[in-house]
Structure formats: structure tokens, C-alpha cells
């Protein structure tokens, strides 16, 4: 039994040309990108318009600006390592 569809849509040629070359960069077929957009619009019930890397908000990136201040000033250590944050949460 064949559970494949035609999804028909109409868009701008331009758009369709640059999808199809992003697509491309990507190494995937439009229509592969299509369908992942599909399934998760479907299961998240949301839309995310972006591929770029994470951008923090406005909030996010002021608290960074002030972590960065307070380390190059010596307000605050080292990170600590991955076994050091384990202990660390054992004793709360």
C-alpha cells in the first residue's frame, strides 16, 4: 500500500529556486527538508523559521556581557569541571 501524497503548493519562484539551492548546501532534497518541516510543525504544533545557530535574547545576551565583565575581573573562578559540578550538586 503506498502512503505517499502530492503536496501542492503555490510560491514564489525566486523563493523555490533559493530553497532548492539552500537544500542543496544542506546535501538534502527540498522535499526531505519539506517533510522535516511538516513532522515537526505536526508534533510540536509550532512554527520555527530558523536554521542559523542559536541566538540568545536580548536578556540572555546581557547576562553573558556581565558573566564575561565579572570573570575578566577576577569576580569570578574557573568553570568547574564536569566531576566538580556532579559533587557540587550532591551536596544541595
Do not use: C, W
Amino acid at each position: 500500500m503506498n502512503t505517499k501524497t502530492i503536496l501542492n503548493i503555490k510560491t514564489d519562484k525566486i523563493l523555490k529556486t533559493r530553497a532548492q539551492e539552500t537544500a542543496e548546501e544542506l546535501g538534502i532534497p527540498l522535499s526531505t527538508a519539506i517533510n522535516a518541516f511538516l513532522k515537526q510543525f505536526v508534533r510540536e504544533k509550532e512554527i520555527t523559521l530558523s536554521a542559523n545557530e542559536y541566538t540568545p535574547t536580548p536578556y540572555l545576551q546581557k547576562i553573558i556581557v556581565e558573566a564575561r565583565k565579572e570573570y575578566a575581573e577576577g569576580k569570578s573562578k574557573d568553570p568547574l569541571t564536569g566531576k566538580e559540578l556532579i559533587d557540587h550538586l550532591k551536596k544541595l
